[in-house]
């Protein structure tokens, strides 16, 4: 997001509007350029504007949420002694919390999700330095207010109220460290969290993002049935990184306009349960059976390039934030009454034999409206084999999660 002179700003998509037309959010990336002398409550210094152009290069809206902007701008009338102007209502007037707010994907989360004129607060969780992280990000004149929440006795009150929970707490997976090591240490940490979710506000989205997503959602999903608040429709597994890879990997691969890329990926988050649907790349494009091979491994296994490139250092950390970023965003236009948002996730899901799959879904007020279940026709060859190969691990990993819940109950 770019400011410039008193007279125009520049905008991703922090800019959520009402409108009948397709916003189909996909990693194309693009910006809306507003040029006006009207001022905008919703930002301070920042003007508003009466006219719209779409440039395709920078943040999450796409070439369709372009198309769709222009014919969401409208005149209104005014008074009879007033001019008319072009209706531009941006209203700050959600809440969202991120616990795990100072760490590696955290804090460029939290600075992605600050830019959003949807988000009235912003509330800041951890079990330590996070108060220097909003008060850094508090300094950004963008309308949500930042509070900062440390430790277990400060998680309820960071919840109260909240309409869209982001769990990325948990560590990444490091030398030395099994799958298991990971698995128990996180396990416990989203099983906490989701368990003050549910005692605090029960009605929001919940985001997680805490690996390994194949189990950690299914150990959300029992935890809020023990507290009997669970609604599927709400809790989400993000999993818009494998979309944001694709559609980066194949645009490079087939020397594509990024803006134009969409690739839908189903299964799971991790290795083999990762599966891009190459054969459904919007716009239409023909791979041979060595580039579907090849970009289907480089998607599976892209958060190891990350790691390897940070020689130890880190992982996916920032392209997470992004992807997270893009997610929370997309909520927030539906619950804001957008009625064409469409992302992947994992769900709770009927589509296969599985009890939760990642595929894209529609959202809207409540939550999941629908799953899609036409992406999962008319698939390839290759793809029909990879989906089979994909679901004994995945089913693996779900048991694990709801066993691991089962022999820890919830705290009253």
């Known amino acids: 997001m770019a400011t410039t002179s008193a007279a125009t700003f520049s905008i991703g998509s922090t800019v959520s509007f009402r409108s009948r037309g397709s916003l189909l959010p996909q990693t194309k990336p693009s910006a809306v350029r507003f040029v006006s002398q009207n001022s905008l409550a919703s930002f301070s210094g ?57 760490g590696g994907i955290g804090q460029p989360l939290a600075l992605l999700v600050k830019m959003s004129p949807l988000v009235s607060a912003l509330n800041l969780y951890d079990i330590a330095n996070v108060k220097g992280v909003a008060a850094d990000l508090s300094h950004c004149n963008t309308p949500s207010q930042v509070l900062d929440f440390t430790g277990a ?86 999993t818009t990184l494998d979309v944001v890879r694709a559609n980066t990997f194949v645009s490079q691969k087939k020397y594509l306009k990024l803006i134009d890329v969409d690739v839908p990926v189903i299964g799971g988050h991790a290795g083999i349960t990762i599966l891009p649907l190459l054969s459904k790349t919007k716009p239409s494009v023909n791979f041979t059976d060595e580039e579907v091979e090849e970009l289907t491994a480089r998607i599976q296994n892209a958060g190891t ?13 920032l392209s997470m934030a992004y992807a997270a970023a893009r997610f929370v965003e997309s909520s927030l ?16 899901s009927d589509l296969t034999d599985l009890p939760f799959f990642a595929s894209r879904i529609k959202l809207g007020r409540k939550g999941m409206e629908a799953l899609i279940p036409s992406d999962l026709q008319g698939l390839s060859e290759y793809e029909e084999k990879a989906l089979e190969a994909l679901k004994p691990e995945l089913k693996a990993s779900i048991d694990k999660g709801i066993a691991f819940v089962q022999k820890q109950p919830v705290t009253a």
């Open 153 to 238: 006795s400060e998680l309820g009150n960071c919840l109260k109220g909240v309409n869209v929970v982001v769990i990325p707490a948990g560590v990444p997976r490091k030398p030395g460290m099994t799958r298991d090591d990971l698995f128990n240490i996180n396990a416990n940490i989203v099983k906490t969290l989701v368990e003050a979710a549910a005692d605090n506000c029960p009605d929001a989205f919940i985001h997680i993002i805490s690996n390994p997503v194949n189990s950690t959602v299914p150990i959300a999903a029992e935890v809020l049935k023990q507290k009997g608040v669970y609604d599927p429709k709400k809790l989400f597994g993000v």
């Open 305 to 317: 390039e990350v790691v390897e490139a940070k020689a130890g250092a880190g992982s996916a950390t």
């Open 46 to 102: 920042l003007k508003a504007g009466t006219s719209a152009n779409c440039d395709s290069e920078s943040s999450f809206l796409g070439k369709e949420s372009c198309a769709a902007l222009r014919g969401s701008i409208a005149l209104k009338a005014q008074k009879p002694n007033q001019r008319s102007y072009y209706g531009l209502q941006l209203q700050a007037s959600y809440k969202v919390a991120i616990l795990g707010a100072a």
């Open 333 to 348: 236009r539906a619950l804001d009454g957008d009625g064409d948002v469409y992302e992947c996730s994992y769900v709770q």
